[in-house]
């Protein structure tokens, strides 16, 4: 397979300054140990300025926003904002919010398939993988400025999924290679909600999709760990070694407890 002449790669950061505050109106959420109190789709959240900026910011955390704070939109609120609604906000012209909201949704789901697809490109050393990657990110990228860019979400994820997964397996067997087994609890899907994690061994384990809600994962080394959609709010990481595991969301980095200790991935700086 060879990839096609490559698309600049869109911003994967997020820029709240070029944004609109489109994730503080798009989204629902209920009150809960991440949100203190109840808000509807498309409800702008009462603590968005007129100049789209929050008037709480630098007390999310302590009042309870914590959801918010843990938030990572992969770039899409400056594209959508900027690119995509030709300079209006939802707030000049009221009557193409719904639209803006909906754009938004989808781009930071393509988003975020970009982010992993250029992540597994970094950890796989096959050459047929790496050229399946390049034309998935330049056909997503091409979909992302696309006039109804959701209408190929579904398939893009039934196309990214085995690529992730045959990565996932070459990095993880390297890692198991050096003779230690993974414990066997360490699977995916696993509900590990608030379970204490620390004298397991985790490097190579596939915990995509698992519940690790609270769990603790102090001085853990996960080295090779797969994390993709793996649900961290909470978790105690504090002293682990986060460097190498893979599919790691800022989102997922965000909703942990950490500390100067923790060894973080390089992209996260």
């Not at 109106?25 to 900026?53: E, M, Y």
């Not at 096959?126 to 860019?149: G, N, R």
């Not at 994390?227 to 961290?232: C, P, S, V, Y």
Request: with cysteine.
């Amino acid at each position: 397979m060879v990839p096609t002449s490559p698309r600049p790669l869109p911003s994967l950061r997020a820029d709240c300054r070029s944004c609109v505050g489109l994730c503080c109106v798009a989204f629902a959420f209920t009150r809960s140990s991440d949100f203190p109190v109840d808000k509807n789709a498309g409800d702008p959240c009462p603590n968005l300025s007129t100049s789209f900026s929050c008037t709480v910011h630098d007390s999310l955390d302590s009042r309870g926003f914590r959801g918010c704070s843990a938030f990572d939109c992969f770039g899409a609120g400056q594209h959508v904002s900027s690119r995509l609604s030709g300079g209006r906000t939802w707030r000049d012209d009221p009557s193409t919010a719904a639209s803006m909201f909906a754009a938004f949704r989808t781009v930071t789901a393509l988003h975020e398939l970009l982010w992993h697809l250029t992540h597994a490109r970094h950890r796989t050393y096959d050459d047929d993988l790496k050229a399946a990657v390049d034309v998935l990110v330049s056909e997503i990228t091409a979909s992302v400025d696309s006039a109804d860019p959701a209408a190929d979400l579904e398939m893009y994820r039934e196309r990214v999924r085995p690529i992730l997964d045959a990565v996932s397996e070459d990095v993880r067997a390297s890692f198991r290679a050096q003779g230690d087994l993974v414990d066997p609890i360490l699977v995916r899907y696993a509900d590990l909600a608030g379970r204490d994690l620390r004298r397991l061994r985790a490097v190579g384990a596939d915990l995509r999709g698992a519940s690790l809600l609270g769990s603790d994962l102090r001085g853990v080394d996960m080295a090779g760990c797969d994390l993709l959609g793996a649900d961290l709010r909470g978790a105690d990481v504090r002293g682990a070694d986060l460097t190498d595991c893979l599919f790691l969301t800022r989102t997922q980095l965000g909703s942990t407890r950490l500390d100067e200790r923790t060894r973080l991935p390089r992209w996260s700086a």
